[in-house]
């Protein structure tokens, strides 16, 4: 990565007035006055203050920046509930085939017949996966999808007369799942976490009520553990009418194993953008479809991709989109959603087909045990142990709370020494029922060398606080800039270039 | 083993002594044996890399994309030249691979990015605050309407029929789970045509240029909407802004919109990003992430995420918004055609399309029996009334290898006959001189064809 001891410029500094990396092709048409088309009144007092840097400066800017990013290609990256597996090159290639790139959303479905073709099949292929029998693709990211399934449950019960006011969460949930809550329009109420780390059934009982309107869960928990009780889980939810949401965030450790479905879930979202390889771009784009059962599915968003004719002779099928839908929650976005994510996802559910996915969440859990049995055969358990010990599956919790009263390091110094031996640190600080959490998912795509070293590299570490924990307390030291004041930034906010 | 894992029979054997289990099937216990699939998913086997390109390929070639026509279609995406610099920047596994930057000392690439962004949005817009993405522009309204709720706590929005069908379908989605009602404001010879607000309006919301063409009085709809206590919000086509009045200058307090036609692929709808951009006043309730200068230990200049108390992760059912994964990369396509077309490029861009537009109107204007829809300024997209029926006339034109714009039948039942025309710098002269020949050949037919029925 590069790193100087100057400042890296910004484009806007690299600009100089009179430079350009634009030439506008030439006017052809019969020139009018700027003014007769748009009166002086209507337009703006100065252009817009973009920088003025011919094309070789934008190209080493951009390639520059890029070098002061850590990503994916170049190294380990267990960031838990991330999924971060790696993104198959070809995928690249073939979203890039003009036929998907330009092709206009609003282009007649008639002349878009493989791209609604691609969307059937990938609705297909979910489903299957998900156990249920109708798949949405409109949603944009996992959030997104939340949302769509929330405003679902409000549509199942309204359709039935019923007004209800809450959603149960679990307190480990991720906080999308709150937050998505209170933009659906319902309270949250809480649930608590045993100490084996499953849902708490006394709890969830005492909170079951006809005013309840759907559970949240997330299955692999955010834990990184499979609710033992998830029968009983769904008897007490759907004894009150509610339905069950599940949150997809964790399908990477159960594909070809075990389907939401036929745990009983109402609803299922998938993050396209984990478990399907997209690219996460620094923060997307993603994709958030959902999955659901019969009796949710007149109300999914419209328009929907559907098959018409064809019966079981497929050359005869044509597709379409479907907007007749009268109970409908309408639409969430615009268009069909992201196509683009679609392409990719669906070129990786070809390349495995059923048996490369269920291998996908075997290695993935064998990753996960091994990595943590590693950690516990290199002595990183004595002072990171689990926070549940018990099998995990494709990713499993650690609490650093034994490492900060010890060796006086904190997770967070852990996390910043680790940038030093480039591996991207675990997600930190959630779930956060654990003291000083550190939440490690290695995906099916590393190899046990890598697990090896990475085991190797944390014990080190602690080794190293041992001796003097100020060298961890002080990292990164290798990195493009070292430990960043994030509470000035906040306190007083610079979110744009000054001129 | 699939070419995506590498655990040999070898390492299997190892790993699994390690962990102290027999089999890989003993790591799954805990889930109860009913729930256990006993068969394979009915999704067939794995394909070689080459097999799933032929058959996507395939998929592809049954596509008519706009290098397969002459299009003209636009109603919120639109077909513009994207530099090959962008491709080769963002493939960049830097850019492409990395998740959220929640270490920003590993992540200065993506962040300075969001940093760079937003003062370019921002300078678009003339709002001094930008997030650095979110969805697309339809749920872009909808993120603005929930912080207008949130501010102002009244029941109703106002939302211009100008304003994008998707937008207000979207809209029309959340505000009935949040318990308000939508109203509509009609159009008025093409320009919204406001009611009078009371104060149970928590935001006005209108579009610029509107989904007609339209350049709106902004300006008006701001102090209209000021005046009433609530929150104006206006959807942006990004490109023109490089020539009309800002939101910022009009007063508008949010400006969100459709980031595709920054250096974004058409992708039959998405990804693409879309923008949120606001006032001082309103920084604290952004959704979002939102990148932010500051210094590291040894006084570098460095940039992170901020203002995160406003976010799921940190306030959970108190946050902002739900929002997440957003769209980075999209964003940043959009920063680096920004970067190229730059501060004089976007302006001779616009003036190129303007000057199109206008001879492209004029052109199908004397085509005999067309007529406009309205006659208020636009900049790079307008409306027609066909004398013929508008489905017939555009699938005769597409025959020809002209796809002539977006029929508005179904979003505006009171435009039966109406068609969305919309330019961009890839529609040269010969290809409107191409549309209007075609057009005038379908119009013509349709005449005959309607006179034979008459008769």
Redesign the interface.
């Known amino acids: ?1 590069i790193r100087e ?1 100057d ?2 410029l ?3 500094e690299r ?1 100089r007035a009179g ?7 030439s ?6 006055p ?1 003014d007769e ?3 002086p ?5 100065e ?7 011919a ?1 070789p400066e ?2 080493r ?3 520059r ?10 190294g380990f ?1 267990p ?1 838990g509930s ?1 999924t ?5 090159k ?1 995928h ?17 479905p008639a ?5 609604l ?2 969307m059937w099949r990938l609705q297909q ?1 979910l489903g ?2 998900a156990g249920l029998p109708h798949v949405s693709l409109h949603p ?5 999808g ?2 769509a399934g ?2 679902l449950t ?1 549509a199942f019960h309204e359709d039935r007369g019923e007004h209800r006011s809450k959603v149960l969460i679990p307190d480990t949930a ?3 799942n ?8 319902y309270h ?1 109420v809480a649930v608590g976490t045993d100490t084996q780390g499953n849902v708490d059934l006394d709890d969830l009982r005492a909170k079951a009520s006809d005013d309840v309107a759907c559970l949240m869960l997330t299955n692999p928990s955010t834990v990184g ?2 609710e ?1 009780g ?2 009983e889980i769904e008897r007490i939810v759907h004894g009150v009418g509610a339905t069950l949401y599940y949150d997809g965030a964790n399908l990477n450790a ?6 939401p479905g ?2 009983g879930f109402d609803i299922v979202h998938f ?1 396209l ?1 984990k478990t399907f390889t997209q ?9 958030g479809p959902i999955a659901v059962s019969e009796r949710i599915e007149p109300y999914l ?1 419209r328009p929907q991709v559907v098959r018409r004719g064809g019966g079981s002779d497929e050359a005869d099928a044509v597709y379409d989109l479907d ?1 007749d839908r009268p109970k409908s ?13 679609f ?1 990719r996802s ?2 990786y ?12 969440s ?2 993935a ?3 996960a ?2 990595l ?3 950690l516990r ?1 290199e002595g990183v358990l004595e002072y990171l142990p689990a926070a549940y010990d ?2 995990c ?1 494709h990713e499993f919790v650690l609490s650093g709370a034994p490492m900060k009263r010890e060796l006086k390091i904190r997770t967070l110094d852990l ?2 020494r680790l ?1 030093d031996f480039g591996v ?2 675990p ?1 930190v600080y ?1 779930p956060l029922i654990v003291d000083e959490a550190l939440l490690i998912e290695p995906t ?5 060398e890598t697990l090896d070293r990475f085991a190797e590299r944390v014990a080190a570490i602690l080794r190293e606080a041992r001796e003097d924990p100020e060298i961890a307390r ?1 990292a ?1 030291h290798t ?8 509470a ?3 306190r007083r ?5 000054r001129f | ?7 040999t029979d070898a ?2 054997k ?3 002594a ?4 027999e089999s ?1 099937d ?7 044996a ?4 006993d068969e ?8 070689s ?1 080459q ?3 032929e ?13 397969d026509e002459i ?1 003209f ?1 636009g ?3 639109y ?1 513009h030249y994207i ?1 090959a ?1 962008i ?3 963002i ?20 962040l ?2 969001m ?2 962004y ?3 949005i ?3 817009t ?1 709002l ?3 997030n ?2 979110v ?5 872009a309204v ?1 993120a603005a309407g ?1 912080v207008a709720k949130l501010a102002r706590g009244r029941r109703r929005f106002v939302v211009s029929r100008g304003v ?1 069908p ?2 207000r ?2 809209l ?3 505000a009935h ?3 308000m009602d939508v109203q509509e404001a009609p159009l008025k010879d093409g320009l919204t045509d406001l009611p009078g607000l009371d104060d149970e309006v928590s935001a006005v919301i209108v579009q610029q240029p509107n989904f007609l063409g339209a ?1 709106e009085d902004l300006e008006a709809t701001a102090a209209a909407a000021a005046e009433a206590g609530a929150i104006s919000i206006c959807a942006c086509d990004p490109l023109p ?6 939101p910022g ?1 009009c007063g508008v307090d949010i400006a969100v919109g ?1 980031g595709q036609p920054l250096g974004n ?7 693409s ?1 879309g923008f949120f951009t606001t006032t001082e006043e309103l ?1 604290r309730r952004v959704p979002g ?10 006084g ?5 995420l ?4 406003r ?9 902002t ?10 964003a ?1 396509a959009g ?2 055609h ?12 616009v ?2 399309i ?3 537009t ?2 492209a109107r004029d052109r199908l204007c004397a085509i005999e029996g067309v007529e406009l829809l309205h006659e208020q ?1 636009v ?1 790079r997209e307008f409306a027609l009334t066909l004398p013929v029926p508008v489905q017939e006339a555009v699938a005769a034109c ?1 025959e020809r290898g002209v ?1 002539p714009g ?1 029929p508005l039948e ?1 979003d505006y039942p009171e435009h039966p006959d109406g068609l969305l025309v919309a330019l961009t ?1 890839k529609r ?3 290809d ?1 001189d191409r549309l209007a020949e075609v057009l005038e050949a379908a119009v013509q037919a349709g005449a005959r064809e309607l006179e034979q029925v008459a008769q």
């Open positions: 990565m001891a400042d890296e910004t484009i806007f600009s430079r350009r990396a634009f030439v506008a092709p006017l052809d048409v019969p020139e009018r700027l088309l748009l009166a009144a209507l337009r703006r007092a252009p817009p203050r973009l920088p003025e840097v094309e934008i190209v800017h951009f390639t920046i890029s070098k002061r990013n850590f990503d994916l290609d170049t990256y960031l991330c971060m597996k790696h993104n198959p070809l690249e290639r073939i979203a890039a085939l003009p036929g998907h790139a330009h092709l206009h959303p609003l282009q007649d002349r878009a017949q493989g791209a073709e691609l292929a299957e996966l944009s990211a996992g959030a997104h939340e949302l929330v405003l409000r991720h906080g999308t709150p937050a998505t809550v209170t933009m659906g329009g949250v553990l499979f033992t998830i029968e159960i594909m070809g194993i075990s389907r036929d745990m993050n953008h690219p996460h771009g620094g923060g997307g784009p993603g994709a968003p907007y929650i309408g639409r969430l976005r615009g268009f069909q959603g992201n196509y683009g994510v392409v669906y070129a559910i070809r390349s495995l087909g059923a048996p490369g996915l269920r291998e996908v075997e290695i859990v064998l990753n045990n091994y943590l049995a590693k055969q018990r099998l599956m996390a910043k940038l991207h640190p997600t959630f099916e795509t590393e190899t046990k002080g990164p990195t493009p800039v070292r430990r960043l004041d994030e000035g930034a906040a906010p610079v979110l744009r270039q | 083993m699939s070419r995506y894992t590498s655990a390492d299997r190892e790993m699994l390690t962990i102290g289990v890989i003993e790591l799954f216990a805990d889930i109860p009913a729930l256990k699939l394979s998913l009915a999704l067939g086997p794995g394909l890399e097999e799933v390109f058959e996507l390929r395939a998929l592809a070639a049954r596509n008519v994309c706009t290098d299009s279609l109603a919120g995406m077909d530099p610099l491709d080769s920047l493939l960049r596994s830097e850019f492409l691979t990395p998740y959220t930057p929640y270490q920003p000392e590993i992540s200065q690439g993506v300075q990015a940093f760079e937003q003062t370019a921002s300078e678009l003339g001094p605050v930008s650095a993405s969805y697309e522009g339809p749920s909808v929930y994008h998707h937008s379908e979207a029309r989605t959340l789970a949040w318990g350049v802004l490089a020539l009309l009045k800002t200058e459709e692929r058409l992708d039959y709808g998405g990804p990003f920084i992430r939102i990148a932010g200068e500051t210094r590291d230990l040894d570098r200049r460095g940039f992170v901020t203002l995160q108390t976010e799921q992760h940190i306030r959970r059912e108190k946050a918004s739900n929002i997440t994964t957003a769209q980075a990369l999209n940043l920063l680096i920004l970067s190229w077309l730059g501060r004089r490029g976007i302006v001779e861009l003036e190129l303007v000057q199109r206008a001879y300024p900049v597409r796809n977006y179904r710098e040269t002269r010969a409107i």
